[in-house]
């Protein structure tokens, strides 16, 4: 298999190719122009735990991609939207039937595993757990609402994770916070 983007493999990795084209796609049709989202998607701070890197992708500047080195399991991604763009929520618990339906509707997961709800730092947040065909596939995906705008983060893996790196994942992402203006 070559690098995480323009990857060739297995077919089982097709499903975490057409996750990361969708969520591409996604950021596409909600952000009127790179230049207005690109700098949100930029301020938002993920502490990183050691091993994991920030990959580059030049047609996905708004959608930061980070992996876990050596093991590389699926990509962690994460892409901004303004509530002006998309509108504002006053009930957090909706947040965890949007994760579920981004996952069957746009991702093809089916039906959720599980879906929970809390506070994290960024905000409140969604989650829906999903494992979906190809066998051993896995996806996580979390909707962080904090009244400004939504951050997507999505953990996509085409075969059974690292326990580790799921611990790790979903650490980060209750850590991750926007800086506030000084």
């Not at 983007?5 to 909600?30: D, H, M, N, R």
Request: net charge negative.
């Amino acid at each position: 298999m070559q690098g995480l983007f323009g990857s060739t493999g297995p077919p089982e990795y097709l499903w975490v190719q057409k996750a990361s084209a969708i969520l591409w796609q996604f950021t596409q049709i909600l952000a009127p122009t790179p230049a207005e989202c690109m700098p949100m998607s930029q301020q938002i701070q993920i502490p990183l735990k050691p091993g994991w890197v920030e990959e580059v992708d030049p047609s996905a500047s708004q959608v930061r991609t980070f992996c876990r080195n050596p093991t590389r399991s699926g990509p962690l991604q994460m892409s901004w939207w303004s509530a002006a763009d998309s509108g504002v929520i006053t009930d957090n618990s909706l947040l965890p039937g949007i994760a579920a339906t981004f996952g069957e509707e746009q991702f093809g997961c089916g039906e959720p595993l599980a879906v929970t709800a809390g506070n994290c730092r960024f905000g409140a947040y969604g989650n829906a757990t999903f494992s979906a065909p190809p066998e051993h596939s896995y996806a996580e995906i979390w909707v962080l609402y904090n009244g400004e705008g939504f951050l997507l983060v999505t953990y996509m893996s085409a075969e059974t994770p690292d326990p580790v790196e799921l611990d790790e994942v979903r650490e980060m992402v209750l850590q991750i916070v926007r800086p506030t203006a000084n």
